[in-house]
């Protein structure tokens, strides 16, 4: 059992969160490599993504298909598949919130760069779709 201290949930039993490996990092991170999804609070659509080895550091996330119910289904079929695989299993897709100090009715979402995670090898990737027309600041609640 290994134990992370973090800032936001005091200690936490990594092995029960079952640690995610981002072999490449995150962009502005790459050493941060291995990191836990947790719950934010029931019923909450957002999600923390919780680094295992810096106690500070955590993002934000959720599913962005709860934003865009279409999201992706515009992508050349090499995009798609570079996102989703060729497996018959998908894998989970988040995108990283981001939150303005004082400003939550302010939020986005990165659209242009999802987390891909293969829940079954437990590795994901930060996917950039360069050339598409999502956003890295896309508003999660409508104007």
């Given amino acids: 059992m290994e134990q992370v201290k973090t800032t936001r949930f ?3 039993d990594i092995s029960e969160h079952r640690p995610i490996s981002f072999p490449l990092g995150l ?4 050493d941060q490599k291995r990191f836990v999804l947790m719950e934010h609070k029931p019923g909450s659509p957002f999600m923390w993504l919780q680094s295992a080895d810096s106690p500070n550091l955590a993002f934000v996330v959720m599913d962005p298909f709860l934003i865009q119910s279409n999201y992706l289904q515009d992508l050349p079929p090499r995009d798609r598949e570079m996102v989703l695989g060729k497996t018959d299993t998908p894998p989970l897709v988040l995108t990283i919130v981001n939150i303005p100090h004082g400003a939550p009715r302010e939020m986005t979402v990165n659209l242009l760069g999802p987390l891909v995670i293969d829940a079954e090898a437990r590795t994901g990737k930060q996917v950039i779709l360069a050339g598409s027309a999502y956003q890295t600041r896309h508003p999660v609640l409508p104007e």
């Avoid at 962009?27 to 790459?30: E, L, T």
């Fill in 10 to 12: 005091g200690d936490v």
């Fill in 27 to 30: 962009p502005g991170f790459p």
